[in-house]
């Protein structure tokens, strides 16, 4: 893929969802705050009809075992050895000449070098020396604005690419890999220095000078982006972060500023947005909200519904697209035979056409156990074009005999974290340990049941 048609894809990944976003305002769905929502989210109000909670078996852990081993030669294979940045996107074969980096796939390949370790798919001298090779670069040579960082990078050179924004979310993404990092190799000292380094360096009070609500980046010819993270979404691990940080911490009212939206499906309700599946993930890939909740929600549980909610309106769709069933089922943001596409539902959003994103199925693992592994099994074994070198490829459409050529970090990203996390919480009980995660979710007042404070 060279520059220019690549550039297309990217603006379009960003520019599409956050149209998408915004179009929430006009929607028929009304907010819920405070004592409502908390009340509406429920769980035997929320959840009724929901599948019993299921666990991975033998079989399972042995499937996402060879999931995970070839999502890692994605993060070793395409990261730089100089800077340790990592590729946004490449050819599923590997056979690949782009030079696109960007600081999401990084965060993610900084964590999967944790879990690369830990499964012994490297050495740990050659896990650490990596993780401090990015790090180095992260600290002394990748241009910042605030301590944020922008979106793409040249992967060689850490150039900006495409005028690309610094972006808070993607900033956000890599610093849970900074943190996972820092108390993974918490033993070497230049680790602990450089990630506290990093993240202390990230002027989260620039973005909400005027507002609560923060923004979703800035660049240089315009300044801030229109956009602000105002609606559930991925959000959840921006404002925590910025809740968590000791040098520009967020107002604990940041947190009670964004919209939590319900969403009705089938007799399921939940909160969510006008956007794909990802956002009940991207979050909870580092965060632990399991067996917590502030004053609204158990956002875990809310995952769990949402999941389900999303299952239901593909089999819904299989009166259009027959591939769609029990086993197979999955729609989010992806590659698509027309290019990159913001797609998802209920309610349906995007061109939906039959497209099968297997990071769908992979990300909820989690959430909904079983009816995932069932996803992921018939894709391997019924489709093995959509099996490569670094696991599933991005996206594929059995109704039109279209796989796609590439995989894309993030994704890819999603799938093995989520994965370990299912197999064995390794991630969640890595990141956690941060004294800035665990002060960014006191700060926005999450207690575990059975507290005195609930």
């Not at 964590?111 to 499964?119: M, Y």
């Not at 050179?157 to 005028?163: I, K, P, V, Y």
């Not at 995989?407 to 009980?429: K, L, Q, S």
């Amino acid at each position: 893929m060279d520059d220019k048609p690549g550039k297309s894809i990217h603006l379009s990944r960003r520019s599409l969802l956050k149209g998408m976003l915004g179009a929430a305002a006009l929607a028929p769905f009304s907010p819920a705050t405070g004592a409502a929502f908390a009340a509406s989210n429920d769980p035997a109000i929320c959840g009724k009809g929901l599948p019993p909670p299921t666990r991975l078996s033998d079989d399972d852990d042995r499937f996402l075992e060879d999931v995970e081993k070839a999502n890692f030669l994605f993060f070793w294979e395409q990261a730089s050895r100089e800077t340790g940045l990592v590729k946004d996107r490449c050819k599923a074969n590997g056979q690949d000449n782009t030079v696109v980096a960007s600081i999401a796939a990084t965060g993610f390949g900084l964590t999967a070098l944790c879990i690369g370790h830990k499964r012994g798919y490297i050495g740990f001298v050659e896990a650490r020396d990596r993780a401090l090779v990015t790090l180095r670069f992260l600290w002394k040579k990748l241009a910042t604005h605030r301590g944020f960082f922008f979106h793409f990078a040249n992967v060689a050179t850490g150039e900006r690419m495409w005028e690309s924004e610094v972006s808070s979310v993607d900033t956000a993404i890599l610093l849970c890999g900074v943190l996972t990092c820092r108390k993974y190799f918490e033993e070497h000292s230049e680790v602990s220095r450089l990630a506290y380094d990093i993240f202390n360096r990230v002027e989260w009070t620039w973005l909400s000078e005027d507002t609560a609500l923060l923004s979703g980046g800035w660049a240089p010819e315009l300044g801030f982006l229109s956009y602000r993270w105002q609606s559930y979404s991925e959000l959840m691990m921006i404002y925590l972060l910025g809740l968590g940080s000791l040098t520009y911490p967020l107002r604990p009212e940041a947190w009670t500023a964004w919209k939590r939206t319900t969403f009705e499906y089938d007799g399921l309700r939940y909160v969510g947005s006008f956007a794909p599946l990802f956002v009940h993930q991207y979050s909870q890939a580092w965060f632990d909200f399991q067996e917590k909740r502030d004053r609204y929600a158990d956002y875990f549980h809310n995952s769990v519904i949402a999941t389900e909610a999303h299952r239901r309106f593909c089999l819904e769709l299989a009166a259009q697209f027959p591939n769609y069933g029990e086993d197979l089922w999955g729609i989010t943001a992806s590659d698509s035979q027309k290019g990159y596409v913001v797609w998802g539902g209920p309610p349906a959003i995007g061109p939906i056409d039959g497209t099968v994103v297997p990071s769908a199925a992979a990300g909820s693992l989690p959430f909904l156990a079983q009816p995932a592994m069932r996803v992921l099994r018939t894709v391997k074994g019924r489709y093995p074009k959509a099996w490569s070198r670094y696991g599933f490829v991005n996206a594929f459409n059995p109704l039109h005999d279209w796989y796609d050529a590439d995989v894309i970090g993030i994704d890819t990203g999603i799938t093995m974290v989520m994965a370990e996390n299912a197999r064995t919480g390794f991630v969640w009980r890595t990141f956690m340990r941060n004294l800035e995660a665990q002060r960014g979710m006191r700060r926005a007042g999450f207690k575990p049941y059975g507290s005195a404070a609930t």
